[in-house]
């Protein structure tokens, strides 16, 4: 494995180029979440993390000779345990996710870093990194924390993806499955799955979801894939393509492109 050595990893430095790294005014460092899930019939076990390492390093391309931002290497295994009943899934649990991101996000304050982002990949453990920054926060006032959904936010997707995909489309779909086909279509099989659209699994049945309640928003249901999908999808995936996927890719480095610039430009947490 070679590196370059302008990648802006923090894994490169030595020691005392990352005490003096940490020790820059803003300095800030971007820990990247993916998960190690099932994803259908058709993507690998990966598919988060390498959306999350990806599109981070692309982003940080664009911007961290001019910022003094690193990342360190992607948490693969994250929290997964709606997709447990599917093999291939590795999960750890809530209180392991919480111990162990508590503490490597103290170690990094103690460097004196003054921001940590979370750059997640995986929504089923957005609630959970939001809850843990807020923590850390509170251990570490002085490093600010931002846990953010690599998904969230991005107005452009509702230009690119139909409204129904953005709400239903919730795992291993249309966004997914194109964004892999335009990154890595070798890792992308052929099938095509349509599930949890409408309220139906695949075999026909009803999903029965009571009125007034949703998948996700305003009045969740903590389903379990199970609960939704025959083939781990969730969504429709039929109308996927590497152009979408293309799209995709820029909607995405754009807008993080975009909120990173302006967090580095910021002096966030200005209390300090
Ligand atoms: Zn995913």
């Not at 664009?62 to 994250?78: A, L």
């Not at 194109?178 to 890792?187: D, I, K, Q, R, Y």
């Not at 979801?209 to 379990?224: F, K, Q, R, V, Y």
């Not at 999908?229 to 799209?247: C, K, P």
Request: a negative charge; aromatic letters at 8%; charged letters at 20%.
């Amino acid at each position: 494995m070679s590196f370059s050595s302008n990648s802006p990893r923090f894994d490169l430095l030595s020691w005392p180029k990352a005490s003096e790294a940490a020790s820059k005014e803003g300095s800030t460092l971007v820990w990247p979440f993916g998960a190690f899930e099932q994803h259908g019939p058709h993507l690998p076990l990966i598919t988060d993390t390498f959306f999350a390492e990806k599109v981070l390093a692309e982003v940080l391309e664009r911007i961290s000779s001019k910022y003094p931002i690193w990342m360190i290497p992607p948490q693969s295994i994250g929290f997964s345990p709606e997709h447990k009943s599917f093999k291939g899934t590795i999960s750890l649990s809530a209180d392991v996710m919480i111990e162990m991101v508590g503490q490597v996000g103290e170690q990094i304050a103690e460097m004196g870093f003054r921001r940590l982002i979370f750059f997640n990949a995986h929504g089923g453990q957005i609630g959970l990194l939001q809850a843990i920054a807020r923590e850390l926060r509170v251990k570490c006032p002085s490093m600010a924390v931002l846990p953010c959904f690599l998904w969230s936010g991005v107005n452009a997707l509702k230009d690119l993806i139909p409204d129904r995909e953005v709400e239903e489309g919730l795992h291993a779909a249309l966004a997914e499955t194109s964004l892999m086909l335009h990154l890595n279509p070798e890792l992308v099989g052929p099938e095509r799955a349509v599930e949890g659209i409408a309220g139906q699994l695949s075999d026909g049945k009803d999903l029965n979801i009571p009125n007034g309640w949703s998948l996700e928003g305003a009045a969740p249901c903590a389903w379990l894939t199970e609960d939704l999908s025959r083939s781990g999808v969730i969504g429709d995936s039929r109308d996927s393509s590497s152009e979408l996927g293309r799209n995709l890719e820029k909607a995405l480095v754009e807008h993080w492109t975009e909120l990173f610039s302006s967090l580095m430009e910021s002096n966030w947490p200005s209390i300090h």
